[in-house]
């Protein structure tokens, strides 16, 4: 089992980037997903989770109204959509099951800066 992050970089305050995980090794239709971030120097935090049918999504405060997570089982593929991007989103993203288990993939750089 195996996820692989994408469509992270460089971003100025107030824009947006699309993240994508696309996963594969396991029956991806099944399980609930979350993302998760990690600034340099600070743990690692939940961002956002979908139920496996996309149909429930919880968000952490600090990006409510702001990210949006989605999902496309037919292409076992989550994604995060990020609007209105902070300095204080700059981190490494990373998707995961909900709850977590051991599929980190490498990650991919957001950074937050003008």
């Known amino acids: 089992a195996q996820v692989v992050e994408s469509g992270g970089g460089l971003v100025q305050p107030g824009g947006s980037l699309r993240l994508s995980c696309a996963a594969s090794g396991f029956a991806f239709k099944y399980y609930d997903m979350s993302w998760h971030r990690q600034p340099l120097g600070k743990e690692r935090e939940l961002v956002a989770s979908i139920s496996n049918n996309g149909g429930s999504t919880n968000y952490a405060d600090s990006v409510k109204g702001r990210f949006t997570i989605s999902r496309d089982n037919a292409k076992t593929t989550v994604y995060l959509q990020m609007n209105s991007l902070k300095p204080e989103d700059t981190a490494v993203y990373y998707c995961?099951?909900?709850?977590?288990?051991?599929?980190w993939g490498q990650g991919t750089q957001v950074t937050v800066s003008s």
């Open positions: 995961n099951t909900d709850p977590i288990t051991n599929i």
